[in-house]
């Protein structure tokens, strides 16, 4: 596997093992981080930064406590929908995609493929095309 670096040098990924920007352990054997050195994520449940849980048995949420993912649906950390029933929304409640179109938080049509929603620093929360958590770009769930 090849090493990858973070902008200011830093290792950001190396045998199987990712870091922070500032040197802290992002992810290593199944469990990430935060950059503050807190858990992100273990054994299926996450944890933001403040060390309040992220997503657990199928519902993630985001750092104030507010629900970010349940039954399918998702939640920007203002309280807005961020998916629901096939379409994704920016969080000033535009819509991001619907029946396989993408748009800008404008409301203009973009090329893109999918949409996510942060969850903490470097970690993202993929809602289209699939659900899927990633740590500095790699799926972690």
């Known amino acids: 596997m090849t090493t990858l670096y973070h902008a200011n040098g ?10 922070h920007d500032n040197g ?5 054997l199944g469990t990430a981080y935060h950059d503050n050195g807190r858990t992100a994520f ?13 997503f657990s048995l199928g519902t993630a ?19 807005r929908t961020a998916y629901s029933l096939g379409t994704a929304y920016h969080s000033n409640g535009r819509t991001a995609y619907s029946l396989g179109t993408f748009y800008d938080e404008n409301g203009r049509v973009v090329n893109n493929k999918s949409f996510s929603i942060g969850l903490g620093k470097g970690i993202q ?11 500095y770009g790699r799926k972690i769930n």
Not at 42 to 54: D, E, I
Not at 125 to 135: E, L
């Open 61 to 79: 949420y985001h750092d104030n406590g507010r629900t970010a993912l349940s039954l399918g649906t998702a939640y920007h950390s203002n309280g």
């Open 10 to 19: 830093r290792v950001k990924w190396s045998l199987g093992t990712a870091y």
């Open 42 to 54: 273990s054994l299926g449940t996450a944890y933001h930064a403040n060390g309040r849980t992220a």
């Open 125 to 135: 929360m993929q809602v289209i095309p699939t659900i899927k958590i990633t740590v």
């Open 24 to 28: 802290r352990t992002a992810f290593s």
